[in-house]
């Protein structure tokens, strides 16, 4: 049992350029969310998504866009890639029904240079 | 808004020692769960533990147990027995609840926990 696979694991862009950051689930989950991480801080909340064709913004969305067109795919977009988007990206997914507890992929390290 | 506080930004324990690190929040909520994760140097987040809000007793896990204050909204974990393998950021965690549930999971800044052979 995969659970959730990001790809890729490390990434480095140029200002400007963008990219996909990929999410993938084989647990059925409902639920998918993605979080960023920056140094010496806890993970904030971009965007989520309670099930296929549903999306919607977390606390940090402004950068960011989603889709989410299959239960299992719940891709990361980056546009214009900026400095400030430099962090750790983790993709989760719950099943929503008995608790809130996340089941997280192994992350993307992002570097914008 | 509803917040989570780790007040502790590092700290440091012998080898099989016992050590606690702290955690409070803030919510209008009355059923609700909590979570501590662990994340080592490989980055991966783990589920050390979770507690559920109505429960009296504290979980435990192993050697991971929680003291669950509800009235002071303080949800501290406690690691008994303490191995090198423990050595990692912990963070302490509380569902953003709003009208039609929780949109996933909002995180204090972390414990940064070393292990001192």
Redesign the interface.
């Given at each position: 049992n995969a659970g959730v696979t990001q790809t890729p694991k490390f990434r480095i862009l140029k200002i400007g350029q963008s990219m996909t950051l990929q999410c993938t689930q084989d647990m059925n989950h409902n639920y998918m969310y993605w979080y960023r991480q920056d140094p010496g801080m806890g993970l904030k909340l971009i965007y989520y998504s309670v099930g296929a064709g549903i999306t919607d913004k977390g606390e940090v969305p402004n950068g960011y866009n989603v889709s989410r067109s299959t239960t299992e795919d719940f891709p990361l977009r980056l546009e214009l890639a900026a400095p400030s988007q430099t962090s750790v990206y983790f993709c989760a997914s719950s099943t929503h029904e008995e608790d809130e507890k996340l089941f997280f992929g192994s992350g993307t390290q992002l570097s914008v240079l | 808004a509803q917040t989570?506080t780790q007040s502790q930004?590092e700290m440091s324990v012998q080898e099989a020692e016992t050590v606690t690190l702290s955690c409070t929040y803030d919510t209008s909520e009355s059923d609700y769960?909590l979570?501590w994760y662990k994340q080592p140097p490989?980055?991966?987040?783990i589920?050390v533990i979770?507690q559920?809000a109505y429960k009296q007793q504290n979980a435990t896990e192993n050697r991971f147990s929680v003291n669950f204050q509800k009235a002071a909204k303080s949800f501290s974990l406690k690691i008994s027995d303490s191995q090198l393998g423990d050595a990692a950021m912990y963070?302490c965690a509380y569902?953003?609840y709003s009208g039609g549930?929780?949109?996933?999971?909002?995180?204090?800044?972390?414990t940064h926990l070393i292990i001192q052979p």
């Open positions: - | 989570v930004p769960y979570f490989s980055r991966q987040m589920l979770r559920e963070f569902p953003m549930g929780a949109d996933g999971l909002t995180f204090g800044k972390g």
